[in-house]
């Protein structure tokens, strides 16, 4: 059946059910003008807003309607974690092409469903509309945080250690290998392609680095190049980022030079990697190190005087600017 054959009525019943995972902060879900909510007291609020276009964003030749939802609720919470929050509510509005299968919709919400029900993240409402000029996913999350944890990018200070999560690069890679069509042929393949349609945001990371001591984050959808500039930039410091530091996988080794690209080069500036990058006290690294956060944390370089710049320190030990050269819509 169609979406046209349904309506927008029916497909709003249809996706109700099971969108409350923790249920003692709603008031009212989906069905009424608007979600009324209870905020946990002395807590701040976190909002955070995503879209997602198709042929912009995402391809449905390469993507399924399950991935596409799983992802797009993650690039979100993704964004509360780099404050150093909880997300809480996410409230999803779709532009949807009429003659699109019902199935469809239904697979895109299992998806949502999915990474809420791993975050206890709660589907509060939305808005249905029709677009003839293809799908159009639009995620809002509603996040908290203790006033004292709070994350911001400008908060990162002299002799601080850089750190990240996981490996990088893997992504921007795996969307190289989709763009190019024959990826089944390589063993290495699969781990990236799969870490680029269905990325794992570092959701429980971000306030468990926060408790622990982290003095500034963010999360790495740009590529750590442009991540690491937005950090030292908003906290007026200089960076020096060591290249054979930077966590790579053996999969993003084996593939890059078949794509003619350096592994370092995806670490750098491709995108949607969706690790934490954030600073941290020396010391309080160490009692962090200490800890099962359950992710690998790598240093991979240090907060420097303002004066100094933002440098990558190659192999060699020589240096040249890092410039954030991730993704820009407008360029
Ligand atoms: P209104 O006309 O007041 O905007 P709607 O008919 O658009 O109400 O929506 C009815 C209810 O369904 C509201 O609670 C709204 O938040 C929810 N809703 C609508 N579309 C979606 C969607 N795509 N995902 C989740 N909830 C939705
Ligand atoms: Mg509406």
């Not at 990697?273 to 359950?294: H, N, R, S």
Request: proline residues 5%; charged residues 15%; hydrophobic residues 45%.
């Amino acid at each position: 059946m169609q979406l046209e054959q349904l309506g927008e009525f029916a497909l709003i019943d249809l996706i109700k059910k099971d969108t409350i995972n923790v249920g003692d902060s709603v008031v009212i879900g989906i069905g009424d003008d608007a979600a009324v909510l209870k905020p946990t007291p002395g807590s701040l609020q976190l909002v955070t807003t995503d879209m997602l276009v198709e042929k912009v964003h995402f391809d449905l030749l390469t993507s399924s309607a399950w991935q596409l939802g799983y992802k797009a609720i993650g690039v979100n919470l993704s964004d509360i974690a780099a404050m150093g929050g909880v997300p809480r509510h996410v409230v999803i509005a779709i532009a949807l092409p009429k003659h699109l299968p019902v199935g469809f919709v239904v697979s895109l919400y299992d998806g949502m469903k999915e990474i809420c029900r791993e975050f206890g993240v709660n589907i509060v409402g939305g808005d249905t509309v029709s677009n003839p000029h293809g799908l159009v996913i639009n995620v809002t999350v509603l996040g908290e945080i203790e006033p004292d944890k709070l994350q911001l990018r400008s908060g990162a200070s002299v002799g601080e250690l850089v750190v990240v999560t996981g490996t990088l690069g893997d992504s921007g890679c795996g969307l190289d290998l989709l763009m190019q069509g024959d990826w089944q042929q390589y063993d290495f393949a699969v781990p990236l392609v799969t870490r680029h349609l269905v990325p794992k945001p570092q959701v429980l990371q971000g306030p468990m680095l926060a408790a622990l001591g982290s003095t500034s984050m963010n999360d790495i959808s740009d590529g750590l190049a442009s991540e690491v500039n937005e950090l030292a930039r908003a906290s007026h410091v200089g960076m020096r980022i060591y290249s054979n530091l930077i966590p790579l996988s053996t999969q993003l080794q084996d593939a890059a030079p078949v794509l003619g690209k350096s592994a370092l080069h995806y670490a750098l500036y491709g995108g949607e990697d969706y690790q934490l990058v954030f600073t941290i006290a020396p010391e309080q690294f160490k009692v962090l190190a200490q800890v099962d956060i359950g992710a690998h944390l790598t240093v991979i370089g240090e907060v420097t005087d303002q004066s100094q710049g933002i440098l990558l320190v190659a192999e060699d030990g020589c240096t040249s600017p890092l410039e954030a050269k991730g993704y820009n819509h407008f360029r």
